[in-house]
Nanobody, 130 residues
Framework: QLQLVESGGGLVQPGGSLRLSCAAS????????IGWFRQAPGKEREGVSC????????RYADSVKGRFTISRDNAKNTVYLQINSLKPEDTAVYYC???????????????????????WGQGTQVTVSS
């Protein structure tokens, strides 16, 4: 069974940090671009970051630049999203997704389009509150 599983979410105070993980099973992430999305209640799903298959190309939404860091460990078939300086507006369900495309855009571009991806995880809740 091909699936992505996110973990690492939780309740954290403003200014805190979390590291989200996206682990694949049933297939190799080696040739996939991985994107992280989030969806807050009553809002559309938005792309926050993506990383190319080799790990050398990364993109971030303006709202998270300098606070979020995406990385991957292909040996562990896992992609990570380090989230620092959390704000209440970061509260959302965070999803990872895998797609076979190359990142050419200067900004998020294609990475921000849910239709670019073939596989999705079930999401992990991040709640930022004091």
């Amino acid at each position: 069974q091909l699936q992505l599983v996110e973990s690492g979410g939780g309740l954290v105070q403003p200014g805190g940090s979390l590291r989200l993980s996206c682990a694949a099973s049933g297939f190799s992430l080696d040739y996939y671009t991985i994107g992280w999305f989030r969806q807050a209640p009553g809002k559309e799903r938005e792309g926050v970051s993506c990383i190319g298959s080799g790990g050398g190309t990364t993109r971030y939404a303006d709202s998270v630049k300098g606070r979020f860091t995406i990385s991957r460990d292909n040996a562990k078939n896992t992609v990570y999203l380090q989230i620092n300086s959390l704000k209440p507006e970061d509260t959302a369900v965070y999803y990872c997704a895998a797609g076979k495309f190359l990142i050419f855009d200067y900004g998020l571009g294609t990475c921000a389009s849910p239709g670019s991806y073939d596989y999705w995880g079930q999401g992990t809740q991040v709640t930022v509150s004091s």
